[in-house]
């Protein structure tokens, strides 16, 4: 699997991640293990969890994903030779919804333990705070990579502006800012007054922001729980519109002339985009994750691009 650079960092991370929300939850021990075997068996190198994954579930407190793939990389040694993301600052459990410094640090703590390395690769401020200066965040961090505890920091579901004020923050006390962002995103649009809660939609001024400051940009819930390879599921309310109309019909066209599946075709538009976006693919089963993996191998024509991204309404002329 091709690699790409995260952010200005240096590390080379493949351009589809690994989504483990699930894993040692909903899925067990032995799916969990085999899907992790499969990725890397295709070239990946790059986990994302949180530390709060998944205590939403009955019987489940958080830190289960963290917790399954410590147990995976125990048993893989030095071969895994992995980039292991997490993240903080969502409620669980009886941990708020906080960036405040003694969060970080303690629940780094936790993180490092439950995933049993040294040091985490990427950590990302899983929410923006509002509660807590943002200088007191990029310093927590700061001093966790000062102490080898992390190697660098991520930012999800910020606003662009909000990512900026940090990153200025941080760069005027030679701190190091957010190296990538990671939101939610997908092929359809989102109506324009679409409720997430507590999630973020990737907005073209968040690309174009992005593309500018070399921050890397991740993609959740890429596949939208699996809604493009459904022919008769209807679309989540957040996203039925005339455009998202349109935008399936190209889908089905371009699947009807080649050979990959509709997810393939979503994840290979994602990976052709500019700047490319990388998606944090997933499945519950080997074949999901085969065919999702799969996508990394299509090459898709400017035609095709254009197919996909064609507008629905002629630009003016003025
Ligand atoms: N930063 C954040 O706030 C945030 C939020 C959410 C997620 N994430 C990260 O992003 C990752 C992916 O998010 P997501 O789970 O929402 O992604 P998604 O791609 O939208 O949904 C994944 C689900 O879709 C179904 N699916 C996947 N591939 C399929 C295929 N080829 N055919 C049919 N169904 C398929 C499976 O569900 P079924 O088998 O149940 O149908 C699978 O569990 C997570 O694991 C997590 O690491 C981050």
């Not at 990538?180 to 968040?206: H, W």
């Not at 070399?214 to 989540?236: D, N, R, T, V």
């Not at 499945?283 to 400017?302: A, D, F, M, P, R």
Request: hydrophobic share 35%.
């Amino acid at each position: 699997m091709r690699k790409i650079t995260l952010g200005k960092t240096g590390i080379e991370i493949s351009v589809l991640g690994l989504g483990t929300m699930y894993f040692g939850s909903k899925l067990d021990e032995r799916t969990s293990f085999r899907l992790m075997d499969l990725y890397q068996e295709h070239g990946g190198n790059f986990l994302d969890s949180a530390n709060k994954y998944a205590s939403w579930l009955p019987g489940c407190k958080g830190g289960e994903s963290e917790m399954l793939i410590g147990r995976w990389l125990k048993r893989k040694g030095r071969a895994a030779d992995l980039v292991v993301a997490t993240k903080v600052g969502f409620p669980y459990g009886d941990v708020p919804r906080s960036l405040k410094k003694e969060i970080i640090i303690s629940e780094c703590e936790l993180s490092l333990q439950r995933l049993g390395v040294e040091c985490i690769d990427l950590y990302f401020a899983h929410a923006y705070d509002s509660e807590t200066p943002i200088e007191e965040s990029m310093e927590a961090f700061y001093q966790l990579k000062k102490a080898g505890k992390i190697r660098h920091v991520g930012a999800s579901n910020f606003l662009a502006w909000r990512l900026e004020e940090a990153n200025s923050q941080a760069t005027s006390k030679d701190w190091e800012g957010f190296c990538c962002l990671q939101q939610r995103y997908t092929y359809l649009e989102p109506s324009i007054r679409a409720e997430f809660g507590n999630q973020q939609v990737l907005t073209p001024g968040e690309v174009d922001f992005c593309r500018e400051r070399e921050i890397s940009l991740m993609a959740y819930s890429p596949l939208l729980g699996g809604i493009y390879g459904k022919q008769k599921a209807a679309l989540p309310l957040q996203y039925q519109s005339l455009a998202n109309e349109q935008k399936m019909a190209s889908l089905r066209a371009l699947t009807s002339k080649t050979p990959f599946t509709a997810n393939q075709l979503v994840l290979s538009w994602m990976l052709h985009s500019s700047p490319q976006v990388i998606p944090l693919v997933t499945g519950s089963n080997e074949k999901q994750l085969n065919e999702n993996l799969e996508s990394v191998s299509i090459s898709l024509t400017s035609e095709d691009m254009n197919l996909l991204d064609g507008p629905l309404v002629e630009p003016n002329t003025y």
